[in-house]
């Protein structure tokens, strides 16, 4: 199905958010869509989607102009979107998820979504139990419901809005696999994306909005000096990387063992010095959600001891894991991290220190002001934070990340940010650690990422961690076999077996 915009134009308040788009994907197209936080990708989506509607301009289907007034009318033209924050509904089962955004009727088919579930499971590599409820599922397996649902439903053009962000490699190599099927199938890919990688890999075309406006429509061959110019207007350099700090151990963990109703994780031992970062990696629901939350607090141990700065705290509460300044965000922004219906100042409101029975709203606003300088957040003191992008919403998050910090765990730290900004995070996370001397340990399925700024790197699987690995030592190829159930000692061998015809990186 051949998808054209013409002259989309959409405004909140003073905000421009598209300006006069026009671009037209033919089917069978899997399209790129590339830009800065806050460039417009989302708003132009949701109105492709019907989650908005344009304040002008058309938008044609195979030729012949279409009206789409709400999300439900975009399924009924064959257009699914399936979002950074999975559209679900936490206390109900994966199935009957399945059957509330299904097809309407008197009586539910179970017997037909099973049926269509496991199908599309098999196709895509996907593994969920049709029992399970939502509130169990990490943010990757939301986001793999969410797509089974679409194609169940007969869309015929996807929208995929950073759909690799909280899933493992062979997952996105198995998706990816899928979605050119889905292509070669007649159906219309639109990829919106951060990753370049990502382009390059999967993308017949890419289109670049900056600002708003459409500003470049870039084919094979790709180059990057292409996209960052397009993107941004100048070069974006990588920062150098650091060797690791030689302070006092931190945090300490002796003999950890933490379970849910899935997976039981450990035992674990690891001593994390002040100002040092730690990357886990691992595939989704290996275990490394699991360690990060009995880090904050949020857990309990089932076995082992933790100290933070020498003070014991497996038997602590999740307050006193917050006195102790420990601080911990979540993947789920939307549904862990911020309150929907309040504005950026309330959000402050609520993240201050109480100093008597009256909140200081007009310091909350200053601090609002403040930090969406400081941060670049694309909004205002009085915006709703549901209002905001996705990379905005995670500005916002990491603005209200208090100091000073003993501990800060972060899961999927730069999820949505543009390359500018989340170059800029990191570089406001490690000015963070060494100075202040926080620890942080953080989850990212970018192997890149994980290696770029960890000083060691913990890599789990079915529940084990590997010993902590030098990042400046240990390259992508080495990560991923281990990410895989390889052990070190193999994954070592082959390496370097391989080293004279394909050096690792």
């Known amino acids: 199905m051949q998808v054209e915009f013409r ?31 806050g460039a417009g990708k989302s ?45 679900d509904f936490p206390p109900l089962r994966v199935l009957d998820n399945l059957l509330i955004g299904g097809r309407r009727g008197l009586i539910p088919d179970r017997r037909a979504a099973l049926k269509a579930l496991k199908e599309i499971e098999t196709q895509f590599g996907f593994a969920l139990d049709p029992d399970a409820y939502v ?40 998706l990816f696999a899928a979605l050119r099927k889905l292509a070669a199938e007649g159906r219309t890919i639109i990829f919106v994306t951060h990753k370049l990688e990502e382009v390059y890999q999967l993308c017949h075309r890419a289109a670049v909005l900056r600002a708003g406006a459409l500003v470049a429509e870039i084919e094979p061959p790709y180059r990057t000096e292409t996209f960052i110019s397009a993107m941004f207007g100048y070069e974006i350099p990588t920062p150098p990387r650091q060797p690791p700090p030689t302070t006092a151990p931190l945090l300490e963990l002796k003999r950890v063992t933490v379970e849910d109703a899935r997976l039981q ?10 100002g040092e970062v730690i990357g886990l990696a691992g595939m989704e629901g290996s275990g490394q959600d699991l360690l990060l939350r009995l880090c904050a607090g949020l857990l309990r141990p089932t ?7 020498g003070r014991a705290l497996h038997n602590a509460t999740y307050h006193q894991f917050l ?62 934070v549901e209002s905001l992008s996705g990379g905005n919403q995670q500005r916002t998050l990491l603005a209200l ?5 003993h501990l800060l765990l972060l899961e999927h730290p730069t999820r949505g940010l543009d390359l500018e900004s989340a170059v800029y995070i990191w570089k406001r996370l490690k000015e963070r650690a060494r100075a202040d001397g926080t620890a942080i340990l953080f989850i990212s399925s970018d192997l890149d990422e994980v290696l770029q700024y960890s000083d060691r790197v913990l890599v789990f699987f079915a529940g084990k961690a590997s010993a902590p690995l030098p990042a400046m030592q240990t390259s992508v190829e080495e990560l991923g076999l281990l990410i895989g159930g390889v052990p070190l000692e193999t994954v070592r061998a082959t390496v370097e077996m391989r080293l004279p015809e394909e050096p690792s990186r």
């Not at 994780?265 to 002040?274: E, F, M, N, W």
């Not at 909140?359 to 941060?375: L, P």
């Open 7 to 37: 002259n989309i134009h959409k405004r909140f308040g003073s905000v421009h958010a598209n300006k006069g788009i026009n671009l037209t994907i033919p089917g069978g197209c899997i399209q790129g869509l590339l830009g800065e936080n």
């Open 43 to 87: 708003t132009l989506m949701k109105v492709l989607s019907g989650f908005i509607t344009s304040d002008e301009g058309e938008i044609l289907l195979d030729g012949r102009a279409v009206t789409i007034p709400s999300p439900a009318g975009a399924i009924e033209q064959g257009i699914g979107m399936l979002h950074q924050d999975p559209l």
């Open 135 to 174: 509130d169990t599922l990490t943010v990757g397996e939301r986001q793999q419901l969410e797509l089974i649902r679409l194609l169940w439903l007969g869309a015929r053009v996807l929208i995929l809005d950073e759909p690799t962000t909280g899933i493992s490699a062979p997952q996105k190599v198995k």
């Open 265 to 274: 994780v450990g035992p674990i031992d690891l001593t994390v010095k002040a």
């Open 303 to 309: 076995g082992g001891e933790i100290a933070l700065g």
């Open 323 to 384: 006195r102790s300044r420990v601080k911990f965000m979540p993947a789920d922004r939307m549904t862990e991290g911020l309150v929907a219906g309040l504005s950026l100042t309330e959000h402050f409101a609520l993240n201050a220190e109480v100093h008597g029975f009256f909140i200081n709203y007009k310091q909350a606003e200053q601090t609002a002001v403040e930090r969406i300088a400081e941060y670049s957040i694309r909004g205002f003191p009085e915006s709703p």
């Open 401 to 405: 990340l208090s100091a000073p910090l």
